[in-house]
C-alpha cells in the first residue's frame, strides 16, 4: 500500500526532473535512502547494501535496483512496474571482485545513457569512493556531475499530505517527551527510562503507530548535557541532574523532533539562568518566521535575544527536516545561521534547536514548525519551559 497517491509521486518526479534539465543532467543516480522513498515509496532496511534509482530526464518511472532478496520490498512499497525494478545477485555484496555500480552501469548502456550527462549524489551517507570509481570505469564515454542535494532541495516544500503525517509525528513525540518526564525520577537507571521512551515512541498513539526514528533517543544526563550528542548509560539518576532530552516523533518516516531540558530536584542557578535566555531567544525567533524571511534573519533575532546574557552560540540553531533514514532527520539543506539566504516558503519545515553548552552542563529546548502563508505552525504544544522533577506525573517549571 503507497504512503501517498500515484499521482503525488509522479509530480515529485516531474520536479526532479526540472531541476535536472535547468543543471544540464540527464541520468541522476539516486543513493540517499530518504530520497528513493520520496521518489518511489521504497521502504526497506536494505541501505546497508547498495541501492539506487536511476532517473532519466525522459522517463515517466525512474528504475529501482538493488539486491535480489530486497526486490520484492520494491515491488511492495513502491509504484514502480515491474520491469522497472532491478536486482542484482548476491555475489555481488561485499564482494572484492565485482561491484554493484558495475551492474548499474549495464543497465545505463542497456538504455542508450551511456554517453550521457550523468549526475550522482557524491556526499549522501551511502554512496562510497568505490561507488563513484566503479561507475566512472565502467562509463567511460559519459560525462560525470555532482547531483548531491538535488531531489534535496526539491523536496524542501512539503505537500499537504507529507504535512499530516508530520502531525502525526508531532503526536507520537508529545507522548514520548511525557513519558520520558514520568519515567525519569533519582534512583531510576537512565536505561531504563531510554526503554520506555522507545516504547512510547514506536507504540505511538491508540489512533496510528511510530516508526523507528534515524536518531536515537538523545538523552544525557549530569555532566553529559555539556555536549549535544550522548545519550543513556546504565548509572541511575541522581539528585540535581540535569537531563536534556531530544527525542523525534516518526510517522512512516516523516518526522518532528522535539528537546526539552529536565532538572531532578533544584535547579543550578546557571542551568535556570541558561534555560530563561534559550526561550528567549527561540520564542523570538519562532515570532519572526514568516514567508519571505531569510534563514539567515531568523538566526539574527535570536542572537540579537541572546547577546545582553552574555552567553555564546557558535553553532546553527536550526536546520530543514521531514522524510529521512538513519543516522538523520535533517535534510541538509536550509540551516538557520549566519549566510544561509533560503527565504522561507510555505510548506517548508524546520526544527529550530538553539541549545547552549558549557563545559559543565547544558540546555537544550526546541520546536519543529511548519512555514504557513502568514506566519508559523508549531507541531508540537509541549510547555516550553526548563522542566522540574518535583513528584511523578506533574509539570513544574520555572
Known amino acids: 500500500m503507497l504512503n501517498f497517491t500515484v499521482e503525488e509521486y509522479k509530480q515529485r518526479m516531474k520536479n526532479v526532473q526540472k531541476s535536472m534539465n535547468e543543471k544540464g543532467i540527464e541520468v541522476l543516480i539516486v543513493t540517499d535512502p530518504a530520497n528513493i522513498n520520496y521518489l518511489t515509496g521504497f521502504d526497506g532496511w536494505s541501505f546497508y547494501v547498495h541501492q539506487c534509482l536511476i532517473v532519466m530526464v525522459d522517463r515517466e518511472q525512474p528504475i529501482w535496483v538493488g539486491r535480489g532478496q530486497d526486490a520484492n520490498a520494491a515491488r511492495i512499497t513502491t509504484w514502480l512496474d515491474d520491469d522497472n525494478i532491478m536486482s542484482y545477485t548476491d555475489d555481488y555484496v561485499h564482494s572484492l571482485v565485482k561491484h554493484p555500480m558495475e551492474f548499474v552501469a549495464d543497465i545505463i548502456k542497456g538504455k542508450g545513457y551511456h554517453k550521457k550527462t550523468i549526475a550522482t549524489e557524491m556526499d549522501a551517507y551511502y554512496y562510497t569512493a568505490k561507488c563513484q570509481e566503479r561507475l566512472e570505469a565502467s562509463l567511460p564515454n559519459a560525462k560525470f556531475k555532482d547531483g548531491n542535494l538535488l531531489v534535496s532541495w526539491v523536496k524542501i516544500i512539503k505537500s499537504d499530505a507529507e504535512i499530516e503525517y508530520m502531525r502525526k509525528a508531532a503526536k507520537i513525540v508529545e507522548k514520548g517527551m511525557q513519558t520520558a518526564y514520568d519515567s525519569i525520577d533519582v534512583g531510576v537507571r537512565q536505561c531504563d527510562a531510554a526503554a520506555k521512551v522507545f516504547h512510547a515512541l514506536i507504540s505511538g498513539t491508540e489512533e496510528f503507530g511510530g516508526d523507528y526514528a534515524s536518531i536515537i533517543p538523545l538523552m544525557p544526563a549530569g555532566e553529559r548535557t555539556s555536549t549535544p550528542h550522548l545519550s543513556w548509560t546504565d548509572e541511575p539518576y541522581k539528585d540535581g541532574d540535569t537531563v536534556i532530552l531530544e527525542l523525534a516523533g516518526n510517522y512512516r518516516r516523516y518526522h518532528c523532533p522535539l528537546s526539552r531540558t529536565l532538572i531532578l530536584g533544584d535547579a543550578p542557578q546557571k542551568v535556570r539562568d541558561l534555560a530563561a535566555v534559550v526561550v528567549e ?83 537544550d529546548i526546541s520546536e519543529s514548525f511548519r512555514v504557513t502563508e502568514d506566519g508559523v505552525e508549531l507541531f508540537t504544544s509541549y510547555p516550553r519551559k526548563l522542566l522540574v522533577r518535583e513528584s511523578a506525573g506533574a509539570i513544574a517549571g520555572i
Open 281 to 363: 531567544g527561540l520564542t523570538a525567533a519562532l515570532d519572526a518566521v514568516k514567508p519571505g524571511a531569510s534563514c539567515e534573519e531568523l538566526e539574527r533575532v535570536w542572537a540579537r535575544s541572546i547577546e545582553k546574557s552574555g552567553f555564546i552560540k557558535d553553532s546553527r540553531i536550526g536546520y530543514s527536516m521531514g522524510l529521512n533514514y538513519p543516522p538523520d532527520w535533517g535534510e541538509h539543506t536550509a540551516s538557520l545561521r549566519p549566510g544561509d539566504k533560503t527565504v522561507l516558503k510555505p510548506n517548508m519545515t524546520f526544527h529550530m534547536i538553539p541549545g547552549i553548552w558549557l563545559d559543565d552542563c547544558g540546555v
